[in-house]
Nanobody, 121 residues
Framework: QVQLVESGGGLVQAGGSLRLSCAASGGIFSINTMGWYRQGPGKQRELVAISTSGNTDYADSVKGRFTISRDNAKNTVYLQMNSLKLEDTAVYYC????????????????WGQGTQVTVSS
């Protein structure tokens, strides 16, 4: 079974920075997409950033402030968050689309447990 473990969340003042990490482990043959979503208080979960085959995409609200990167050898994805704003406060979830074996071509989507990011004024 595949597990995703996030780390790096915490409390930061507006304008500050945080770096989130998410490591995937377990039965992994390959990963195509890895990304980050977030869910703020009273809001729906939304896409923050995603990385697929070297291509990246970002929510408009974080473009120019957040950067997603991957270490494919470590099955790890990062989210560097700069110039944080109060509205970035949310639980951040990592997701990965995983192929678990060479005998299947099917990819399954997995989620981490979430890490809290709180931006204070």
């Amino acid at each position: 079974q595949v597990q995703l473990v996030e780390s790096g969340g915490g409390l930061v003042q507006a304008g500050g920075s945080l770096r989130l990490s998410c490591a995937a482990s377990g039965g992994i043959f390959s990963i195509n997409t890895m990304g980050w979503y977030r869910q703020g208080p009273g809001k729906q979960r939304e896409l923050v950033a995603i990385s697929t085959s070297g291509n990246t995409d970002y929510a408009d609200s974080v473009k120019g402030r957040f950067t997603i990167s991957r270490d494919n050898a470590k099955n790890t994805v990062y989210l560097q968050m700069n110039s944080l704003k109060l509205e970035d406060t949310a639980v951040y979830y990592c997701t990965a689309n995983v192929r678990e074996s060479h005998i299947t071509t099917r990819y399954s989507n997995y989620w981490g447990q979430g890490t809290q990011v709180t931006v204070s004024s």
